[in-house]
């Protein structure tokens, strides 16, 4: 096997999912009172990806439309705004491991654009994968999945960290940068998912 078809993945791996985000958001909330919640939502996150990378794999470009694309992104919308209220409402509630599950299949489903990434660049590796058969999407699964596990490990430590040594000062901090990407990306999703069904049906 060609190593730079591995290096290609770990690169462009990390570059998704170190982009500022719904996922990256849901961490840094949840790391404030748990260190190791990026390790509970990137289980959550694998819950979903994992299945994507199969379907792709088996049935290619084949398994999503702009209808499912469109519902996705009204669905996430509202989501990620109820998450923002509820942040801002009790946002010193201890987060524990199944809640970080829980958000990190719900940061994963209900994102559009995780879709879009998926059915583009992460078809693009998919299918780069295919030209070492099983091998190759069992390596591609398990890089990119050690990116998604590492990084947001690494947010929710740093996050904790950072709660710890500034207290108050820091969680409000925290608190309003991941209520910020919240509003941003649920009020982008809404607009987005919104227009499409308007074109669609309109």
């Known amino acids: 096997m060609d190593p730079k078809f591995a290096i290609t993945i770990i690169l462009i791996s990390l570059s998704g999912v170190m982009a500022p985000g719904p996922l990256f958001a849901a961490t840094i909330a949840e790391g404030r009172k748990n260190r190791f919640a ?25 398994i999503a439309t702009d209808l499912i694309k ?8 509202f989501v990620l705004l109820y998450l923002a209220y509820l942040e ?11 809640k970080g599950y829980v958000t990190g299949i719900l940061m994963s489903f209900c994102n559009p654009y995780f879709i879009i990434w998926w059915l583009t660049v992460g078809f693009m590796l998919v299918m780069q994968s295919m030209e070492y058969g099983l091998f190759g999407l069992l390596l591609f699964i398990i890089l990119h999945e050690f990116c998604d596990f590492s990084w947001l490990t690494f947010v929710s430590l740093t996050s904790n960290k ?3 040594i500034w207290g108050r000062k ?14 941003i ?5 809404l607009a987005t998912g919104t227009t499409t069904l308007l074109k669609l049906y309109g």
């Open 170 to 183: 820091a969680q409000l901090i925290l608190t309003a940068i991941s209520v910020t990407i919240f509003i």
């Open 38 to 62: 990026g390790v509970a939502i990137s289980f959550g996150h694998a819950t979903v990806e994992i299945p994507i990378i199969l379907a792709l794999f088996l049935f290619g470009s084949f």
């Open 185 to 189: 990306f649920g009020v982008w999703f």
């Open 88 to 98: 801002l409402k009790s946002g010193d509630v201890e987060a524990k491991p199944a």
């Open 70 to 77: 469109a519902i996705v992104g009204v669905l996430g919308g």
């Open 162 to 164: 950072a709660s710890d």
